[in-house]
């Protein structure tokens, strides 16, 4: 059950203690699943959460993205699903969270994957466990007349993500390890020529590490499709008000100005956001490199 | 709801404050982003995120690391410059019926005073906060507050540019606060606020790379509340007629109440308010509920009420 | 056991430390209170409880009160006085091996002269620590540490009365505690030590009486540890030469880490200690293996290689 | 099971890692019972342990009154009781914690109530949660062959701790409660003369609030008899190194001096003690009006 503890607007984020109604580990991942149907009817797909942890001399509240969000129909409780992965003392907290425990969150915050407006070619890139907000992304487009093709990465087969509601859904679903433990042996940029082959790609949608971000922004840009991905940047408020989680975007007045990832994203315009600027000139020249004429090596 | 016949109002060097709960300086943005989960219109006063003259993106990232109950941060005063700030945020404040008192900063004094006489004139705005922080480039870059001269030169310009009440923001890190009190107090400030960040550092272990981009940053959250405290205390004994708005690790009701019982008669939320989004909310009626129950009636009635044990 | 090819020997002011792990004065009484838990001799240095010249019983209870990730203290230095100590505690160390630093307090120059005068010549009295924020009577009560005379003049004394080396121990409440450390390091002192408790304070909210029975007390813990950086690597910035021991919220072998990185060459547990009676054994073997894991085979690799980022 | 962490004498305090296998509410209560053989066998009445709190922000350790420790026999795993009372954050903590939590402890600390070397009628005085202990002290001298007369006082009859074991091992047993909801209305102070009166008491040991040690110190002083009392200071350390915890005693150079309650206590001659110095003046006065010759009242 949750506890609605305050809100203002009646669509705005809300503060919300949660039972945590299922856990799933896998790999090294915890799905988290809270029963919080006032949040869950909220949420959109790129949104995050802020979770208070419970560690000694912790302060600040955790950004998770949200990995999922069933509305309750007929009876059945709305749920939010976070996925967790292994980071720090708070991280590990939260995957040592049992069934039955409550947790105390705001949200959803943040700016969700725009939807096109009109039925759509939607390529979805996610690595990590920021592969789990692009399936929701997947539940959410498909019903909605679009066409999606998925391509998840993580360094080895352990650490995939997998979604079996994703994968019924998606048109393709490419897979890819970076020691090739299991679907292509690379990165995701390496799975991205194929389908961006095909030319029917109308927008790109990328969630994962931001050196993948930049990557994976890099490939769609040349390719002259739009992009939009979701940031990770530190966060000590998520809610827009201190400015710590700022990230250089270049504006239409061609202007480049430090916008706050929480509340101007964490979905941005990958084409605008100044990658190297966060240090990750590396990552754009190795998709530089991508030769986006590799169709050949498909094999979905 | 309990508390109702308890009288929050507070009066602070010249102003009337419906409660004593109001913002800290850049942990409220301009305060249209928390339109989402508080009633600005409601909040004692809304003091605003530090402005300067020109529009300014602040520090590199990264510009925050937590540490044991605290953070640090190094923003570097992002803020679009008081004459965006006058255009795009006064009026959405003013309209909501908020209490806005604006931080103003800069690196001289001709910055500061730059702003302030921009704020001449400007209805809506009640007070204006003088940010004493900043390092003074023309003076060692040196920060402000650390020098009773620096700081009262500093004020003496900002109070002449201004028709409004002016509160000088201390800081915690000079070997003298109460001297410094003095000095900006006789060179024309109308209250205080006390205290700001205190200076700090973190290095991550394994790279050996200071954390912040800055290397330094400012340190705040509960770590910082008993030097706050103290800060508040010390101030208010030498100069008990000075208004304090004290302000350094305010999460709880009971640390609203310390603040007042040691001399302030406002209370500044800031990173407290990152972790509880409604927390200006939560702690107004808390208080309410808070003096009920003990029995007081007044928040006036609370200030400077702290005693000293017999040191039998 | 990981880590026993790292060379953990640390030199600091003349000394040729085991290891950098040194306790907090007065964070370990005499130490033999602590033979139940740790063997003193290999503890990188025992720094002892603040002696007097005359025995003190100190100030009334309560000494204490928690604070978030810290606590608030005001013990008044009780304390056996010289002589009493070196009747009966220094015989014990010195039996068990133990690297004994003095730390000596006082009220006046002369106060802390006398002590001084009395280790003279004493076998096993390694070096001593002058705690310099003790308030100088003489001196409107100022804490000697905050005025880079007083402090010069306190150390001058000292290191002129004694033979062996001199480590000063400063106070981050100074605005400027790189004057401070330059003014005694002229005035002969052989090390520093940074950083001493931050002063704080703390009020029961329904009683409004003074946690403290001295109303202040010192911060310590874990929420003053990124102050203590700060300092450690400001002060290390301006005197690289200076042997530093870092002190100041050390809990974990990462802030140990942080600490001689930032430029200590040892550094001291105080509140640490509390929560931890092995922490100088948890550390040290900890940090042994850290530096194993992480491919360091010496402390002094560590001291003074935090680095700044790219402002870029 | 116990994980211990470090010891160095054989007799010493340990830090032990205990899991809770027994959890009891009983009034405002809670008793916790840890399975730690290495501990129990060291423990001695009177003596504490500091316990680690998992409450974010909190630094301290809590000191807690060993309850009950049980050397195990044949099979048995040995345990330590402690019992909790409802002060602040900690203890409400401490309260909640469930079956199979681990707790990380330090102890025993302190100096124990000295046991006499010949058989001696000894009255033992607890208040509060502080009967428990006492009640622990009955198990140790019953079976040595001295006679136990116990007193139990309460603030009502909701917070009088009982024991089944001390009940059935003290010689007499006399219950109050400061509202008369149980056993004799009034202190404990007032049911002592009626004890006293027989002129056969050796020695007095007291455990409860600071203010009922002083007046419990006091009528036994003022009956010539000696008393020990378990104090409670405020503790940074426990250890004995931080002189947090002092307590004004008269040595027997009849000098006041600050003693340590965690080192040189919390056992402490009550008739040593300057309750005055404490604060406690009133309690001392009460108890020197306390009739020593009330013995009338008494109904065991
Ligand atoms: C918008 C957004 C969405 C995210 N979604 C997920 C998710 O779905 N699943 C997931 O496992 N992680 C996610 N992260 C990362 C997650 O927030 C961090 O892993 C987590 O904060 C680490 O906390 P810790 O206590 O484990 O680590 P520590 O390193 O102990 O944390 C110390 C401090 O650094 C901050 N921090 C550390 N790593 C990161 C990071 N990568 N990003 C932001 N702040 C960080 C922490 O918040 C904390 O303030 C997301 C981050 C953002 C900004
Ligand atoms: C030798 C000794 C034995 C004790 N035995 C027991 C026992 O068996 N059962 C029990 O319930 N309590 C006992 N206490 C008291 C217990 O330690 C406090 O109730 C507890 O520390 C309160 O912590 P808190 O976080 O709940 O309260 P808070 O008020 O939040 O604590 C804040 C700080 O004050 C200290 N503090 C608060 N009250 C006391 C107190 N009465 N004594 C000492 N320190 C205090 C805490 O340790 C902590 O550092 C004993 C105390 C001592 C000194
Ligand atoms: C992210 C952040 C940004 C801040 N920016 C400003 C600022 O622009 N001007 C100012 O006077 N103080 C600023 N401060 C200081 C706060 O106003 C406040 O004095 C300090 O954080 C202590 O209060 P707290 O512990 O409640 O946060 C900032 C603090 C934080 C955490
Ligand atoms: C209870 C207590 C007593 C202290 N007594 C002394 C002292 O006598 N002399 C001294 O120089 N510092 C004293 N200190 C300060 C410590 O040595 C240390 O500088 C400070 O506590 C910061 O370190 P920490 O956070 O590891 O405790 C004391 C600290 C505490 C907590
Ligand atoms: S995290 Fe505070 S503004 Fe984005
Ligand atoms: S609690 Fe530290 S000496 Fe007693």
Same mark, same amino acid.
């Given at each position: 059950?949750?506890?609605?503890?305050?809100?203002?607007?009646?669509?705005?984020?809300?503060? @919300?203690?949660?039972?945590?109604?299922?856990?799933?580990?896998?790999?090294?991942?915890?799905?988290?699943?809270?029963?919080?149907?006032?949040?869950?009817?909220?949420? *959109?797909?790129?949104?995050?959460?802020?979770?208070?942890?419970?560690?000694?001399?912790?302060?600040?509240?955790?950004?998770?993205?949200?990995?999922?969000?069933?509305?309750?129909?007929?009876?059945?409780?709305?749920?939010?699903?976070?996925?967790?992965?292994?980071?720090?003392?708070?991280?590990?907290?939260?995957?040592?969270?049992?069934?039955?425990?409550?947790?105390?969150?705001?949200?959803?915050?943040?700016?969700?994957?725009?939807?096109?407006?009109?039925?759509?070619?939607?390529?979805?890139?996610?690595?990590?466990?920021?592969?789990?907000?692009?399936?929701?992304?997947?539940?959410?487009?498909?019903?909605?007349?679009?066409?999606?093709?998925?391509?998840?990465?993580?360094?080895?087969?352990?650490?995939?993500?997998?979604?079996?509601?994703?994968?019924?859904?998606?048109?393709?679903?490419?897979?890819?390890?970076?020691?090739?433990?299991?679907?292509?042996?690379? *990165?995701?940029?390496?799975?991205?020529?194929? @389908?961006?082959? *095909?030319?029917?790609?109308?927008?790109?949608?990328?969630?994962?590490?931001?050196?993948?971000?930049?990557?994976?922004?890099? @490939?769609?840009?040349?390719?002259?499709?739009?992009?939009?991905?979701?940031?990770?940047?530190?966060?000590?408020?998520?809610?827009?008000?201190?400015?710590?989680?700022?990230?250089?975007?270049?504006?239409?007045?061609?202007?480049?100005?430090?916008? *706050?990832?929480?509340?101007?994203?964490?979905?941005?315009?990958?084409?605008?956001?100044?990658?190297?600027?966060?240090?990750?000139?590396?990552?754009?020249?190795?998709?530089?490199?991508?030769?986006?004429?590799?169709?050949?090596?498909?094999?979905? | 709801?309990?508390? +109702?016949?308890?009288?929050?109002?507070?009066?602070?060097?010249?102003?009337?404050?419906?409660?004593?709960?109001?913002?800290?300086?850049?942990?409220?943005?301009?305060?249209?982003?928390?339109?989402?989960?508080?009633?600005?219109?409601?909040?004692?006063?809304?003091?605003?995120?530090?402005?300067?003259?020109?529009?300014?993106?602040?520090?590199?990232?990264?510009?925050?690391?937590? +540490?044991?109950?605290?953070?640090?941060?190094?923003?570097?005063?992002?803020?679009?410059?008081?004459?965006?700030?006058?255009?795009?945020?006064?009026?959405?404040?003013?309209?909501?019926?908020?209490?806005?008192?604006?931080?103003?900063?800069?690196?001289?004094?001709?910055?500061?005073?730059?702003?302030?006489?921009?704020?001449?004139?400007?209805?809506?705005?009640?007070?204006?906060?003088?940010?004493?922080?900043?390092?003074?480039?023309?003076?060692?870059?040196?920060?402000?507050?650390?020098?009773?001269?620096?700081?009262?030169?500093?004020?003496?310009? %900002?109070?002449?540019?201004?028709?409004?009440?002016?509160?000088?923001?201390?800081?915690?890190?000079?070997?003298?606060?109460?001297?410094?009190?003095?000095?900006?107090?006789?060179?024309?400030?109308?209250?205080?606020?006390?205290?700001?960040?205190?200076?700090?550092?973190?290095?991550?272990?394994?790279?050996?790379?200071?954390?912040?981009?800055?290397?330094?940053?400012?340190?705040?959250?509960?770590?910082?509340?008993?030097?706050?405290?103290?800060? %508040?205390?010390?101030?208010?004994?030498?100069?008990?007629?000075?208004?304090?708005?004290?302000?350094?690790?305010?999460?709880?009701?009971?640390?609203?109440?310390?603040?007042?019982?040691?001399?302030?008669?406002?209370?500044?939320?800031?990173?407290?308010?990152?972790?509880?989004?409604?927390?200006?909310?939560?702690?107004?009626?808390?208080?309410?509920?808070?003096?009920?129950?003990?029995?007081? +009636?007044?928040?006036?009635?609370?200030?400077?009420?702290? +005693?000293?044990?017999?040191?039998?």
């Amino acid at each position: 059950m949750s506890d609605v503890m305050g809100r203002v607007e009646e669509d705005g984020p809300l503060r @919300v203690v949660a039972e945590v109604v299922a856990r799933r580990p896998s790999g090294p991942y915890v799905t988290l699943v809270l029963a919080a149907p006032e949040l869950a009817a909220r949420c *959109r797909p790129g949104q995050f959460l802020e979770v208070a942890v419970d560690v000694p001399g912790t302060l600040l509240r955790r950004p998770l993205s949200i990995a999922r969000a069933e509305v309750g129909e007929a009876g059945s409780l709305g749920t939010v699903s976070l996925v967790v992965g292994p980071e720090g003392e708070g991280s590990a907290w939260l995957g040592r969270v049992r069934t039955g425990q409550q947790l105390d969150v705001v949200g959803p915050l943040g700016r969700a994957f725009p939807i096109p407006q009109r039925p759509a070619t939607c390529l979805l890139v996610g690595g990590g466990y920021g592969a789990a907000p692009l399936h929701y992304l997947t539940e959410v487009l498909v019903p909605l007349g679009h066409r999606v093709d998925l391509i998840v990465g993580a360094a080895t087969e352990d650490t995939l993500l997998h979604s079996i509601e994703a994968k019924r859904l998606a048109h393709s679903l490419r897979t890819t390890t970076d020691d090739g433990s299991a679907g292509l042996h690379g *990165r995701v940029t390496d799975a991205m020529p194929a @389908v961006l082959a *095909r030319g029917d790609v109308d927008v790109v949608y990328a969630c994962g590490p931001n050196a993948m971000l930049a990557a994976v922004s890099t @490939v769609a840009t040349r390719a002259g499709i739009p992009v939009r991905v979701a940031l990770e940047e530190r966060m000590a408020c998520g809610l827009g008000v201190c400015f710590t989680c700022v990230i250089p975007v270049r504006d239409r007045d061609d202007e480049v100005r430090m916008r *706050r990832s929480c509340i101007d994203g964490p979905v941005m315009d990958g084409a605008r956001v100044q990658w190297r600027a966060l240090g990750l000139a590396g990552a754009v020249e190795a998709a530089e490199r991508v030769d986006l004429a590799a169709a050949g090596t498909d094999a979905p | 709801m309990t508390g +109702t016949n308890v009288d929050l109002t507070t009066r602070l060097a010249g102003l009337r404050l419906d409660n004593p709960i109001v913002t800290a300086s850049g942990c409220f943005a301009s305060g249209r982003e928390m339109q989402r989960f508080v009633d600005v219109g409601r909040i004692g006063a809304v003091v605003v995120k530090s402005l300067t003259a020109a529009p300014r993106e602040g520090l590199p990232t990264p510009r925050m690391v937590e +540490t044991p109950s605290g953070m640090l941060n190094a923003i570097g005063l992002q803020n679009p410059g008081v004459d965006a700030w006058l255009a795009n945020d006064l009026p959405w404040l003013v309209e909501r019926g908020a209490t806005v008192v604006v931080s103003v900063a800069g690196d001289s004094v001709d910055d500061f005073a730059h702003v302030a006489r921009r704020l001449r004139g400007v209805e809506g705005v009640a007070a204006i906060e003088v940010n004493l922080s900043c390092p003074n480039v023309e003076h060692r870059g040196l920060v402000f507050a650390l020098d009773p001269q620096a700081s009262a030169e500093l004020v003496r310009a %900002v109070a002449r540019a201004s028709d409004v009440p002016v509160i000088a923001k201390l800081t915690a890190d000079a070997s003298d606060v109460v001297a410094i009190a003095r000095a900006v107090v006789d060179a024309g400030a109308d209250g205080l606020t006390l205290i700001n960040t205190v200076l700090g550092m973190a290095i991550d272990p394994v790279s050996g790379v200071a954390e912040l981009a800055n290397t330094y940053g400012g340190l705040s959250g509960p770590a910082i509340r008993p030097i706050a405290v103290r800060v %508040v205390h010390q101030v208010h004994q030498a100069l008990p007629d000075v208004p304090i708005i004290g302000c350094g690790g305010v999460r709880t009701v009971e640390d609203v109440v310390q603040f007042l019982r040691a001399g302030a008669r406002a209370v500044a939320v800031g990173t407290g308010g990152f972790v509880d989004p409604f927390a200006t909310e939560t702690l107004r009626e808390g208080l309410a509920a808070w003096m009920a129950e003990h029995g007081h +009636t007044a928040v006036s009635d609370l200030v400077g009420t702290a +005693t000293v044990r017999d040191a039998g």
